[in-house]
């Protein structure tokens, strides 16, 4: 069976802080490993990674893609209050429609 | 740009009344479609998706059913909800080829 699985559940931090989400997939047919970030409502899509050991980068988040260890981190550097959200990772399966196959997420809370 | 809207935001119905949620997606054509579940403390579960329309595949049994009348409409439904149908529904679209999902703001359902 498919399943991604998000480390920690959750995680409380200062501002300032870096933190690290990690997020490993067992996923037949992979293609690629998406993040969003889910404040309130609509996740809003952060990072499309398929290539292994590729970082891709956006302001002061980072995330990067192990195919072979089937996993993904996600790095947030010096964090902001705004930074305050539900992560979600899901790995797309390749089947003739983009099926996401969603983690249950990491609640991040960033105290002033 | 392509936008998609979602309504209602949030929705009280009895046990045992009928639902319908709708998606609109505009800016695009020919979008592939989606309804998830966001549960409590836990990540998006896939209920229906749609390649085309009149096209509609379940991923889950239950309670629920799909349509999609025109090519950007999305369409949950229900007969009878169940106390168990509450949670966070969300629509989203993607592109044909390997892309992101994008998400409608969500309806919170409460089943009383």
């Known amino acids: 069976e498919d399943k991604v699985v998000q480390s920690p559940l959750s995680l409380v931090v200062h501002e300032g802080d870096t933190v690290t989400l990690n997020c490993s997939y067992e996923v037949t047919n992979f293609r690629s490993l998406l993040w969003y970030k889910q404040e309130k409502k609509a996740p809003t899509f952060l990072f499309m990674l398929?290539?292994?050991?590729i970082e891709k980068k956006s302001g002061r988040l980072s995330s990067i893609l192990d195919k072979k260890e089937l996993f993904s981190i996600l790095n947030i550097t010096a964090t902001q209050t705004g930074d305050s959200a539900i992560y979600l990772c899901a790995a797309l399966h390749s089947g003739g429609y983009n099926k996401l196959i969603f983690g249950a997420g990491t609640r991040l809370a960033v105290h002033p | 740009s392509q936008t998609i809207h979602q309504w209602p935001a949030t929705l009280v119905q009895p046990v045992g009344s009928p639902l319908s949620l709708e998606c609109t997606v505009e800016?695009?054509?020919?979008?592939?479609l989606y309804w998830y579940r966001q549960a409590a403390g836990r990540g998006l579960q896939l209920l229906f998706y749609?390649?085309?329309?009149?096209?509609i595949s379940s991923e889950v049994p239950q309670n629920l059913s799909a349509s999609r009348p025109q090519d950007r409409q999305f369409i949950l439904s229900s007969k009878k909800l169940l106390l168990s149908d509450s949670g966070f529904y969300l629509c989203?679209?993607?592109?044909?080829?390997?892309?992101?999902?994008?998400f409608g703001q969500g309806t919170r359902l409460t089943v009383v």
């Open positions: 398929t290539s292994s050991g």
């Open positions: 800016g695009t054509s020919n979008p592939n």
């Open positions: 989203a679209w993607s592109g044909q080829a390997n892309t992101e999902a994008f």
């Open positions: 749609s390649v085309g329309i009149g096209q």
